[in-house]
């Protein structure tokens, strides 16, 4: 099994920046595959940014690789901590349509996929509000 405890969220207005921490614990030789996902009122859940950790997939080559969403582009960076286990979510230029409940959520994989179906592990959330 593995736990998952985020950190970081908080209030801010439009243009602040925050970080988020995923502290990773158990069986963390099954999470390669870190991502953070957004859920706001209402709406679905979505991938926000994706890493891969490194390992023996074929896919990426070059060790360790990260996706984002369109939407975060520019704005928001996925980084990790391997000696702590840790993901972290820098997020930056933030807008008030980036409120919601951040999760944290990791798996094992050979592809890092920002569906929310490909994770096995979730933390409960951490909340981002972005006012105007």
């Known amino acids: 099994q593995v736990k998952l405890v985020e950190s970081g969220g908080g209030s801010v207005q439009a243009g602040g920046s925050l970080r988020l921490s995923c502290v990773a614990s158990g069986y963390t030789d099954s999470t390669n595959c870190m991502g953070w996902f957004r859920q706001a009122p209402g709406k679905e859940r979505e991938g926000v940014a994706v890493i891969y950790r490194g390992g023996t997939s074929t896919l990426y080559t070059g060790g360790v690789s990260t996706d984002y969403a369109d939407s975060v582009k520019g704005r928001f960076t996925i980084s990790q901590d391997n000696a702590k286990n840790t993901v972290y979510l820098q997020m930056n230029s933030l807008k008030p349509e980036d409120t919601a409940m951040y999760h944290c959520?990791?798996?094992?994989?050979?592809?890092?996929?920002?569906?929310?179906?490909?994770?096995?592990?979730w933390g409960q959330g951490t909340q981002v509000t972005v006012s105007s």
């Open positions: 959520a990791a798996d094992y994989g050979g592809y890092c996929s920002r569906s929310v179906g490909a994770y096995n592990y």
